[in-house]
């Protein structure tokens, strides 16, 4: 059984974030209150549920064609989990 996990630091560190617990979640302890944080958990909840239909997709589907930043706009992802999370 192997168990993977993600972080993120950015800005020298004013920025963290990790996938393994609630403790690494808010690694950052100022992301308790930054509500562009909980946007970025929920898009990322979000995307993670609609990303795996989009790879079963027909190869002549014109939605698999579309780049990341295309389809992150026109399905209203937010600023924080294109920069924070992809």
Known sequence: ???MS???SMDEGDFEWGSSSISTLFASKINIIRPGFYRMIS???RFNKEAPFLLTLDKDDPRKSVCIGE???SNNY???FSEMYL
Do not use: G, H
Request: charged share 35%; net charge negative.
């Open 78 to 80: 937010s600023k924080e």
């Open 71 to 73: 389809y992150l706009k």
């Open 43 to 45: 898009d990322m909840i």
């Open 1 to 3: 059984n192997t168990e």
């Open 6 to 8: 993600f972080s993120v």
